[in-house]
């Protein structure tokens, strides 16, 4: 009778597809993310059931925090110099060039025209410690909407929406909606950004 | 040209074979432990939720609505829905003669507004308009969305939300009057 032998072989184990998928999954999610925007207003868009992206592109947002604060997201750096180039113009605020590329860095700002030089002139780490005010929107001293006449006056092509917070006041909101629609700017059209939620 | 390549690639081949006597064994454990690493840290840091856009078309507030133009509503397809504090939200059908109620916007309560909002809409095509023949020619809801000072911006989306997943087809974001501000003060 023969005597088994025992299989003396070190079980190995091919680990070439395992390293594949683990490297091929790691180079989508590496591509694929994007880091998020270092927001100075933190916005917890409320959930509905609209699903439809929102395009990112010529987009301009208009922000309500929490505390009524109102901040405008405009989309692409060339377009926020354009704007602030604009703004430093019409305001008479006499910003330096280094002043205007501050602000075309940044992703929102909600900041009165009256400390923008200054909010502008600090330096980046003094900027985040800066709490931002917002954008006056009363019907007073509407800042908000001589922003969005100079985005207006700039180009036809930009999309507008509104960013609000779940928790903010409608008040706030009906004012930017009020703001939007006014004879100046006649922006009847526009979008709520909101967060996915599954059908109940 | 190709019998040269040829004749050189046999030569190469069997210098080949000769020189191959032992596999090269690489230990793949680090680089796979590296490898989930970044895997579990891009799992982790990625927020899938992408921001959603809900569409809003709001009347234009500067032009002066043409009387000739405009569908008067009918008192039985009009439908109030008013917001107010603490995730309050009321009702009333009709414009003569309101009777306020409230209602939930939790869907699995018996007076949800999404209930309210199906049941009306139901209501309304039943009927047949005066002279109407076909099933376009029926009564449709009419919604008037009004909100107090105190309601919040969540209220509002959820009812414009309440507005596409029950299809009404028409639906309108209006100031509240002082007398609507009374009728919900006591409730």
């Given at each position: 009778m023969a005597k088994v032998k025992p299989h003396r072989k070190k079980p190995t184990l091919d680990m070439t597809p395992v390293v594949d998928l683990a490297f091929l999954l790691v180079t989508f999610f590496m591509l694929t993310a994007k880091f998020k925007p270092d927001e100075p207003l933190v916005v917890d868009s409320p959930k509905a059931t609209?699903?439809?992206?929102?395009?990112?592109?010529?987009l301009i947002e208009v922000q309500v925090g929490k505390e009524k604060q109102v901040f405008l997201a405009v989309d692409n750096k060339n377009t926020r110099y354009e704007l602030i180039n604009k703004i430093s113009e019409s305001k008479g605020l006499n910003l330096t060039e280094d002043e205007k590329k501050a602000y075309s860095v940044m992703s929102a700002v909600g900041v009165p025209f009256n400390q923008l030089k200054g909010f502008l002139a600090a330096s980046p780490e003094d900027r985040k410690s800066i709490k931002q005010p917002g954008i006056p929107t009363d019907?007073?001293?509407?800042e908000l909407k001589e922003w969005l006449i100079a985005l207006r006056f700039m180009s036809n092509k930009y999309v507008y929406a509104i960013k609000g917070?779940?928790?903010?006041?409608y008040t706030a909101v009906a004012q930017v909606i009020t703001t939007l629609q006014s004879k100046e700017l006649k922006l009847n059209k526009f979008n709520l950004i909101t967060n996915l939620e599954t059908k109940k | 040209m190709s019998e040269v390549q040829d004749s050189g690639g046999e030569k190469k081949k069997g210098k080949k074979i000769r020189a191959k006597k032992h596999s090269t064994h690489i230990d793949m454990t680090p680089m796979v432990d590296l490898a989930f690493l970044l895997l579990t840290f891009f799992l982790f840091t990625t927020t899938l939720s992408k921001p959603k856009a809900m569409p809003l078309i709001m009347p234009d507030v500067n032009e002066v609505p043409d009387p000739s133009k405009q569908t008067p509503v009918d008192d039985e397809d009009a439908m109030t829905i008013i917001l107010s504090k603490n995730n309050r939200v009321f009702y009333y059908f009709g414009i003569k003669e309101p009777k306020v109620e409230q209602a939930s916007f939790?869907?699995?309560?018996?007076?949800?507004l999404r209930k309210v909002i199906i049941e009306k809409k139901k209501e309304c095509e039943s009927r047949l308009k005066v002279g109407g023949k076909t099933p376009n020619e029926r009564h449709k809801v009419v919604i008037l969305i009004k909100a107090d000072k105190d309601a919040k911006y969540k209220n509002m989306v959820d009812v414009l939300d309440e507005m596409n997943i029950n299809d009404v087809p028409v639906y309108a974001i209006v100031d509240i009057t002082p007398k609507e501000i009374e009728m919900i003060s006591g409730l």
């Open positions: 609209y699903d439809t992206p929102v395009k990112t592109e010529n019907s007073l001293n509407n917070d779940q928790n903010a006041d | 939790d869907a699995t309560k018996p007076n949800s």
